[in-house]
């Protein structure tokens, strides 16, 4: 997969050079392009925003900047990339989302400060490429790069060969609809709080039962919703009891 990221902040995306993903890199699973805005400003104040039209808070950056960097970040003779706009007025980012671009050979991903980016860029790239304009939570960041960060590292961890352990990836929560339960290691007692039985029985059904308890009942406490999604099939009949 190649991914590539615009941004005024290029040193901001440094940590994608760090741990499991500089290992991907490295071997070559991922290639990585990080892009500095400002190269395709041409006035000697390397200017990328103006005041937004019909007045408001803030500044919106420029959409003649924006075009010509992503027509050259995303040019290619064969097929486009899908190009990445983080922003809180986005679809929201999932982990559905992370496993549909997973099997994306490229994706681009157009971090913008101020108040956002002119609309007409992401309009006028959806012409020639597909774009979606995604939020990864219903809060405010500064700009799109700790954004682009997350969804790059929630992508990235599907590659075969970039995580550990694959076998992780397919037991993810949400991957059954349900948060995941409690997790333990050594050792068995810690300040006088010993590891649950089960977890030590050797007794497999049972363990996987109890996880399956753990998960419904703080999935019920910290996230309901989720509840509400599971086709029904799926809570068995001694936990619709519950
Ligand atoms: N999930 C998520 C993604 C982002 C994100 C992504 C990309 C950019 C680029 C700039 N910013 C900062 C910004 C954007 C918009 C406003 C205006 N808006 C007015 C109404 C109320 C909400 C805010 C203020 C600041 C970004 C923020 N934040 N959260």
Redesign the pocket.
């Known amino acids: 997969m190649r991914i590539d990221v615009v941004t005024i902040f290029p040193e901001y995306l440094a940590p994608l050079r760090a741990a499991l993903l500089g290992k991907a890199i490295e071997r070559e699973k991922i290639s990585v392009g990080v892009h500095d805005l400002r190269d395709w400003t041409h006035d000697v104040h390397r200017a990328v925003d103006d005041s937004p039209y019909g007045g408001g ?2 500044m919106v ?1 420029k959409p003649d900047v924006w075009g010509e960097a992503l027509d050259e970040v995303c040019a290619s003779p064969e097929a486009p990339p899908r190009l990445i ?6 679809r929201p ?1 999932t982990q559905r989302t992370a496993v549909r671009w997973s099997a994306e050979p490229w994706l681009v991903f157009a ?7 002119d609309q007409r860029v992401v309009d006028e790239a959806a012409e020639r490429m597909p774009v979606e304009e ?11 790069e ?2 682009a960060l997350t969804m790059v590292e929630a992508v990235a961890r599907l590659l075969p060969g970039v995580l550990g352990n694959p076998a992780s990836a397919e037991q993810d929560s949400f991957s059954d609809g349900l948060l995941e339960g409690p997790s333990y290691t050594r050792p068995e007692v810690w300040r006088d709080r010993p590891v649950p039985d089960v977890l030590r029985s050797g007794n497999h059904a049972a363990i996987a039962r109890w996880r399956r308890d753990q998960a419904l009942e703080r999935t019920y406490h910290r996230r309901p919703d989720l509840l509400d999604r599971l086709p029904a099939q799926d809570l068995n009949a001694k936990d619709r009891a519950r």
Request: proline fraction near 10%; aromatic fraction near 10%.
């Open positions: 808070p803030g950056m706009v983080p922003t809180p007025a986005g980012f971090c913008g400060r101020y108040e956002g980016i995604v939020s990864i939570g219903d809060y405010v960041l500064v700009g799109g700790v954004a």
